[in-house]
């Protein structure tokens, strides 16, 4: 109980204490990966976040083109997604200054090429 009183406030610090106009933090692939494994909710709620953003700007064809693109299955949960992306970050260390957004769409694309 008292974790998630703390949890709730500071999700409620964070949004009194934000600017009015709304804004995203960039993440390389280092501090995505490192959110990803953290054992705390708010960094790893993030990762989840981050990731969803990036799986939606695909959905919506925001997302930087990429050879074949992204083709998702049918109810994959965000549980796989971050196990995907976590995966690619590992196995690609050389990479991790790079965009966690670009990285992100790297790993999928790759674990789920279109057409």
């Not at 692939?29 to 709620?45: N, P, Q, T, Y």
């Not at 953003?53 to 299955?73: K, S, Y």
């Amino acid at each position: 109980m008292r974790k998630r009183i703390l949890i709730g406030a500071a999700m409620a610090l964070a949004c009194a204490t934000a600017p009015g106009k709304a804004s995203a933090e960039w993440l390389s692939g280092r501090d995505l990966l490192e959110k990803c494994e953290s054992k705390e909710d708010i960094a790893f709620g993030i990762c989840l976040g981050y990731i969803d953003a990036v799986v939606d700007m695909n959905e919506v064809g925001e997302a930087p083109a990429a050879p074949g693109g992204i083709r998702l299955p049918v109810g994959l949960d965000n549980g796989r997604l971050r196990e995907i992306v976590v995966a690619f970050l590992r196995a690609n260390p050389a990479m991790l200054h790079y965009a966690g957004s670009d990285l992100v769409h790297a790993a999928l694309s790759k674990a789920y090429p279109g057409e």
